[in-house]
């Protein structure tokens, strides 16, 4: 589906008005259509402007299968981590590492609906990706860049920048949503409260 809640005539995609009946809220940052993952909603407008303005560096953290063996993934992350070359500007360094096979069982991922290309005869490897920016496609062009084109890529988790854990995707399956917690909500409110400098 379309990560807002306006339909977009003639598109093939469904929006997110078909399946959250709550007024009034916005996604604070969008994923594309061929992506997964989470999705923060908000009625308030100076956090879903805190939380998407790259000046303040929110980390947002990203699981991404991709093309490629173990060897060449690990050549592609080094490029990755510094910061790499698309449409004529150079990426923000990153933080990424290869994705342990223990770490993704544990995850315990659903399949995707519907399901990705199939390479049978093509290895592909996963890796987490951690950005401070949100450009246009961002982690599809980054992987490509060095090689490493994307199949499968999930949103996973978003830093507020507090100094505690990341607000993240757990106990929630695929399509699901939920209210923010008392705890979360009062977390939001906070880094409005007290914002850091830009970039911080």
Not at 62 to 82: F, P
Not at 122 to 142: F, H, K
Request: charged share 20%; with cysteine; proline share 8%.
């Amino acid at each position: 589906m379309l990560s807002q809640f306006s339909p977009e005539p003639a598109s093939r995609w469904s929006s997110l008005a078909e399946f959250i009946e709550i007024p009034a809220v916005y996604a604070a940052g969008r994923l594309d259509a061929d992506s997964e993952g989470l999705l923060l909603l908000t009625s308030k407008g100076r956090l879903q402007q805190r939380l998407t303005d790259p000046t303040f560096g929110h980390w947002r953290r990203y699981w991404a299968q991709v093309e490629g063996n173990a060897a060449q993934l690990q050549a592609g992350l080094g490029q990755l981590c510094q910061g790499v070359l698309i449409q004529g500007q150079r990426t923000r360094p990153a933080r990424c590492r290869a994705l342990p096979a223990a770490e993704l069982a544990a995850a315990a991922l659903s399949a995707r609906e519907p399901p990705i290309r199939h390479r049978i005869n093509v290895p592909t490897s996963w890796l987490e990706l951690e950005l401070r920016e949100g450009r246009n496609r961002q982690v599809r062009r980054m992987t490509a860049s060095v090689g490493l084109p994307t199949l499968r890529l999930i949103r996973v988790a978003i830093d507020l920048l507090d100094g505690k854990p990341p607000l993240d995707l757990a106990g929630l399956a695929p399509g699901e949503w939920r209210l923010a917690s008392s705890t979360e909500s009062e977390r939001l409110d906070q880094i409005l409260r007290h914002a850091p400098s830009p970039g911080a």
